[in-house]
Structure formats: C-alpha cells, structure tokens
C-alpha cells in the first residue's frame, strides 16, 4: 500500500516548537518534491513550504519565513519541518505530500501522495 505519514504534531505554547516527520511506506519519497500544506477550520488548505528532490531548494510562504525550517534526509528517507516560534495562527491540519512532477511548489494539484495530516495546535 502506497501512504505518507506524518507525524509530530502535538499542543505547544505560542514562541514553542515542533518538529514534524513526514515518511513514506510502499515507495521513497527520494524520487519526489515534497510539499508541507496545512489547513485550519474554514480554511483553504494553503502550501508552507516545498523542497526539491536534492534539498537544495526551498520555499516558503510568508507567514511563516524565518520561522519555519524544510529539510530532508534521503538517507532515512524522511522530510522534516522544524517549526519555531509558533503562533496561535499556525494551528492547523498539517500534511505531506509527494509529486513526481510538481510545477507549483504551493499547488495541491500537482501533488500525486498524501497522509492524512497531522494536527498542530498552538494555544496557550
């Protein structure tokens, strides 16, 4: 069975961290761009970071620069996003997904795999 698998998430404090893991079972996610989404309660689901298939590229949208970190380790075939300094905003479902051929970093569309979220609720 093909699945993404996030995990990680958990209540934290706002200015507190976590560290989400996103990993893969039938196939690697060393083949794909791996992208971070997230969606709160009456919200779009919206992209928070992307990384290509090297790491060597990175995005992330605004609201989160200088707060969130995309990593991955190919070697453990696993993604990480190490979020710092969360604020009540950010609580949300958070999601992993893979695409083969992904040509908007933020675009859900051109994602072919993806869990079943993980939740992450800031909140004092």
């Known amino acids: 069975q093909l699945q993404v698998v996030e995990s990680g998430g958990g209540l934290v404090q706002p200015g507190g961290s976590l560290r989400l893991s996103c990993t893969a079972s039938g196939f690697t996610l060393t083949h794909g761009v791996i992208g971070w989404f997230r969606q709160a309660p009456g919200k779009e689901r919206e992209g928070v970071s992307g990384?290509?298939?090297?790491?060597?590229?990175?995005n992330y949208v605004d609201s989160v620069k200088g707060r969130f970190t995309i990593s991955r380790d190919n070697a453990k075939d696993t993604v990480y996003l190490q979020m710092n300094s969360l604020k009540p905003e950010d609580t949300a479902v958070y999601y992993c997904?893979?695409?083969?051929?992904?040509?908007?970093?933020?675009?859900?569309?051109?994602?072919?795999?993806w869990g079943q979220g993980t939740q992450v609720t800031v909140s004092s």
């Open positions: 990384i290509s298939r090297s790491g060597d590229f990175t």
């Open positions: 997904a893979m695409g083969s051929s992904v040509y908007n970093w933020n675009d859900a569309r051109d994602y072919d795999y």
